[in-house]
């Protein structure tokens, strides 16, 4: 099997101290038509994206809705085939894997997902579902199961007797930590959140960020967090990575990112951020007209169509993806 002992990743880092690599990536959906069926073109969900992710980290995912967020989280656990591209995880080419190694894998690998009811079959207690994965990969007998079962329930905020109850007899916020729970019992190293607290009130969306990061703590978890609100993402994540149509357009540490964006995509988005404070001025960045299709992209720059500061070299060639400055990577050839 493949490794990426001797890789390095497209930020940089070398893979000593990184869980997670993902190699010029790509997943395309067929769009088929016709009398029989054929393809007659291709929906260029993830487009060649690389990055990695450190042990112990949270790399943010941002974007707007359609960029090809979700898709890549994804892919990067082979819920989805990808196209092209490859992704290691401890040394290990997740999508060269037979489906003993991968069924293995998945134990270290799990996602949370961003609708906490229709992820939850409403059909069984919910101790059934949190136990499925025990299930799947024998882990212990029905009593260990149990009071693993009951013990996760406790981490996330929740009483063992709430393993007997339905999924319609819990809030948004109950039926997110049951989620949580799910992906925790079988003790992973790496979890996709995918847009985990988008669909919870306000005053619910702290509590369930505040546990992320406490369990993250507690057993050293690493998250890839995909979200488009970045106020949320600035209080979790570590380090930021913005995405536009299925191409990654910046990468950066948190802190250079929301104090220095360089991507025009960047700064727009950051100055969509409400500041809780009426006094103060904010120049919002309108961008106009509507996010090209994937189906179709635009050449060179995919931003170049409503890119404020575009020149005609946008519009030809496509802006390599570079460290700008140290730890600060942007595809754009204005900076």
Known sequence: MATAEAVQSANGQTTQDTLVQVQDLKKYFPVRGGLFQRVQAYVRAV??????IKQGETLGLVGESGCGKSTLGRTILRLLE?????????????????PGELKQARRDMQIIFQDPFSSLD??????ESIGEGLTIHDIGQREERLEMIHDVLDKVGLYSDHAKRFPH??????RQRIGI????????KFI????????LDVSIQS???????????????????????LSVVEHISDRVAVMYLGKMVELSPRDELYAHPLHPYTMALMSAIPVPDPTVKIDRIILEGDVPSPLNPPSGCRFHTRCPVAIGICSEVEPEFREASPNHWVACHRV
Not at 169 to 174: I, T, Y
Not at 207 to 229: C, D, M, P, S, W
């Open 47 to 52: 487009d060649g994206v690389s990055f990695a």
């Open 82 to 98: 990808p196209t092209a591209g490859d992704v290691y995880f401890e040394g290990q080419n997740v999508a060269s894997m037979r």
């Open 122 to 127: 409403p059909r069984i207690p919910i101790g």
């Open 169 to 174: 007899e819990f809030s948004g916020g109950q």
């Open 181 to 188: 729970a799910r992906a925790l019992v079988l003790q992973p």
């Open 192 to 199: 996709v959140c995918d847009e985990p607290v988008s669909a």
């Open 207 to 229: 509590q369930v960020l505040n546990l992320l990061r406490k369990l993250q703590e507690e057993f050293g978890l690493t998250y890839l967090f995909i979200a488009h609100n």
